[in-house]
Protein backbone atom coordinates (compact mmCIF):
# COMPACT_ATOMS: atom_id res chain seq x y z
CA UNK A 1 0.00 0.00 0.00
CA UNK A 2 1.14 3.79 -0.71
CA UNK A 3 -0.72 6.39 0.65
CA UNK A 4 -0.16 9.77 -1.25
CA UNK A 5 -0.91 13.15 -0.18
CA UNK A 6 -1.17 16.54 -2.52
CA UNK A 7 -0.48 19.70 -1.52
CA UNK A 8 0.13 23.23 -2.88
CA UNK A 9 -3.16 24.15 -5.32
CA UNK A 10 -4.96 27.34 -5.02
CA UNK A 11 -6.32 30.62 -6.94
CA UNK A 12 -4.01 32.38 -9.04
CA UNK A 13 -4.43 34.50 -11.69
CA UNK A 14 -3.27 33.71 -15.14
CA UNK A 15 0.29 33.80 -16.14
CA UNK A 16 0.84 32.59 -12.53
CA UNK A 17 3.12 29.66 -10.75
CA UNK A 18 2.17 26.81 -8.41
CA UNK A 19 4.16 24.56 -7.42
CA UNK A 20 2.24 20.95 -5.99
CA UNK A 21 3.61 18.53 -4.15
CA UNK A 22 2.79 15.08 -3.42
CA UNK A 23 3.87 13.12 -0.69
CA UNK A 24 4.08 9.77 -0.17
CA UNK A 25 4.26 6.80 2.73
CA UNK A 26 4.17 3.29 2.65
CA UNK A 27 6.22 1.28 0.94
CA UNK A 28 9.37 2.10 -0.87
CA UNK A 29 8.87 5.18 -3.01
CA UNK A 30 11.68 4.04 -5.47
CA UNK A 31 9.82 1.23 -6.68
CA UNK A 32 7.16 3.57 -7.91
CA UNK A 33 6.84 5.42 -11.30
CA UNK A 34 4.51 8.44 -10.54
CA UNK A 35 2.16 10.40 -12.72
CA UNK A 36 0.23 13.59 -12.06
CA UNK A 37 -3.17 14.19 -13.58
CA UNK A 38 -6.29 16.62 -13.72
CA UNK A 39 -10.09 16.39 -14.08
CA UNK A 40 -11.83 19.96 -14.53
CA UNK A 41 -15.54 20.26 -13.89
CA UNK A 42 -17.56 18.00 -16.24
CA UNK A 43 -14.82 16.33 -17.60
CA UNK A 44 -12.59 12.96 -17.54
CA UNK A 45 -9.67 12.84 -15.59
CA UNK A 46 -6.74 13.30 -17.93
CA UNK A 47 -2.81 12.69 -17.87
CA UNK A 48 -0.70 15.57 -17.10
CA UNK A 49 2.57 14.23 -16.46
CA UNK A 50 4.98 11.14 -15.35
CA UNK A 51 8.05 10.32 -13.90
CA UNK A 52 10.23 7.11 -13.59
CA UNK A 53 11.01 5.65 -10.73
CA UNK A 54 14.99 7.38 -11.19
CA UNK A 55 13.84 10.13 -12.04
CA UNK A 56 15.65 10.05 -15.09
CA UNK A 57 12.37 9.70 -17.57
CA UNK A 58 9.11 12.02 -17.74
CA UNK A 59 6.54 12.38 -20.33
CA UNK A 60 4.18 15.17 -20.94
CA UNK A 61 0.35 15.44 -22.18
CA UNK A 62 0.98 18.45 -25.25
CA UNK A 63 -0.87 21.09 -22.96
CA UNK A 64 1.73 20.69 -20.23
CA UNK A 65 4.73 20.93 -22.70
CA UNK A 66 6.96 23.62 -21.93
CA UNK A 67 4.92 24.79 -19.29
CA UNK A 68 4.69 22.21 -16.53
CA UNK A 69 7.74 20.34 -14.67
CA UNK A 70 7.73 16.70 -13.30
CA UNK A 71 10.42 15.52 -10.63
CA UNK A 72 10.83 14.12 -7.42
CA UNK A 73 12.83 13.74 -4.30
CA UNK A 74 13.46 10.17 -3.58
CA UNK A 75 15.19 11.46 0.00
CA UNK A 76 12.03 12.77 0.89
CA UNK A 77 9.50 10.71 -0.81
CA UNK A 78 7.78 13.26 -2.68
CA UNK A 79 6.80 14.73 -6.06
CA UNK A 80 6.67 17.74 -7.53
CA UNK A 81 4.48 19.39 -10.30
CA UNK A 82 5.91 22.97 -11.15
CA UNK A 83 3.36 24.78 -13.39
CA UNK A 84 4.65 27.86 -14.89
CA UNK A 85 1.94 29.74 -17.03
CA UNK A 86 -1.05 28.93 -16.09
CA UNK A 87 -4.13 29.58 -18.12
CA UNK A 88 -7.67 29.32 -16.95
CA UNK A 89 -7.74 26.30 -18.87
CA UNK A 90 -5.67 24.62 -16.17
CA UNK A 91 -8.48 24.82 -13.53
CA UNK A 92 -9.13 21.47 -12.25
CA UNK A 93 -8.38 19.04 -9.03
CA UNK A 94 -5.07 18.13 -9.56
CA UNK A 95 -4.40 14.12 -8.72
CA UNK A 96 -1.38 12.35 -8.09
CA UNK A 97 -0.48 8.72 -8.34
CA UNK A 98 1.77 5.97 -8.30
CA UNK A 99 2.39 2.70 -10.22
CA UNK A 100 5.06 -0.66 -9.62
CA UNK A 101 5.25 -0.67 -13.61
CA UNK A 102 8.75 0.10 -14.60
CA UNK A 103 9.23 3.10 -16.87
CA UNK A 104 6.91 6.51 -17.22
CA UNK A 105 3.22 5.44 -17.33
CA UNK A 106 0.84 7.83 -19.17
CA UNK A 107 -1.86 5.32 -18.72
CA UNK A 108 -4.58 6.38 -16.41
CA UNK A 109 -5.75 2.68 -15.98
CA UNK A 110 -2.43 1.27 -15.01
CA UNK A 111 -1.89 3.30 -11.51
CA UNK A 112 -2.84 1.67 -8.69
CA UNK A 113 -2.66 4.41 -5.72
CA UNK A 114 -4.06 7.95 -6.00
CA UNK A 115 -4.66 10.69 -4.10
CA UNK A 116 -7.09 12.86 -2.62
CA UNK A 117 -6.60 15.24 -4.95
CA UNK A 118 -5.84 19.49 -4.64
CA UNK A 119 -7.62 22.37 -6.29
CA UNK A 120 -5.69 24.58 -8.78
CA UNK A 121 -8.03 27.38 -9.83
CA UNK A 122 -6.68 30.00 -12.36
CA UNK A 123 -8.69 33.19 -12.98
CA UNK A 124 -8.37 35.90 -16.10
Known amino acids: QVQLVESGGGLVRAGDSLRLSCAAS????????MGWFRQAPGKEREFVAA????????YYADSAKGRFTISRDNAKNTVYLQMNSLKPEDTAVYYC?????????????????WGQGTQVTVSS
Open 97 to 113: AADGTLGVIANIGEYDY
Open 26 to 33: GRTFTGYA
Open 51 to 58: ISQSGRST
